[in-house]
């Protein structure tokens, strides 16, 4: 099951800092009662599919440091209780960026995120058949993006097998009242600025999130 798992990572090509999206319809174009972003809310030229659930990040097996394998594990159990809906928009305009937006309730609040990232930026995670390494550094919430949000750039790789995925994303957290609302970008290289669109779209979220 956590091959499966990797393996649609490589396919989807989005990692919302740990969580697998799978495509599952197409959303009306609007619907102003609803927390999700619609095509209207992106620039020209975006395709918006719904997505449903998800799944924790990582491997399982040893961790390096080991201090971190008690932190990760608990970021797994945490997530494995949250339920995760949410958009993935994709541009025609293969240079543009992608973005997906998730929904979490019952899952980890913003403050566990951050405190996460502040114990463990970087670990690894391996078994017999396969590594996992994740980078992730808190940044400076970017100009005009609503006070407040947490703003995480992370970098993973996964080596299994029969393939390997090496992917750059820079995610925002909003902390609601009964859920928390994310918008995440993947990025073409680790460095790579935060897209011009981003906070305009985190500034939505914030908006629409227990709304």
Request: charged share 15%.
């Amino acid at each position: 099951m956590r091959r499966r798992i990797m393996i649609v990572v490589v396919a989807v090509a989005i990692l919302v800092v740990g969580f697998v999206v799978y495509r599952v319809s197409n959303p009306s174009t609007t619907n102003p009662d609803s927390p999700y972003l619609t095509a209207d809310d992106f620039p020209a030229g975006y395709q918006v599919s719904r997505l449903s659930n998800t799944a924790p990040p990582g491997i399982g097996g040893s961790t390096t440091p080991a201090d971190c394998g008690p932190v990760i594990a608990g970021q797994a159990d945490r997530q494995l209780r949250a339920s995760t809906v949410g958009v993935l928009a994709e541009p025609s305009d293969t240079t543009l960026p992608t973005y997906a937006q998730s929904i979490v309730t019952g899952g980890e609040s913003v403050a566990q995120t951050r405190a996460v990232v502040d114990r463990c930026p970087d670990y690894r995670q391996r078994t017999d058949t396969e590594t996992y390494t994740s980078s992730s550094s808190i940044l400076p919430v970017p100009q005009g993006c609503p006070s407040g949000v947490l703003v995480i750039r992370s970098t993973t790789r996964y080596t299994g097998p029969s393939s390997q995925s090496d992917t750059t994303a820079v995610t925002a957290y909003v902390q609601g009242r009964a859920a928390v609302g994310q918008l995440s970008s993947a990025l073409p290289r680790p460095r790579s600025a935060v897209p011009d669109e981003f906070c305009r779209l985190v500034s939505l979220v914030a908006d629409r999130v227990d709304d």
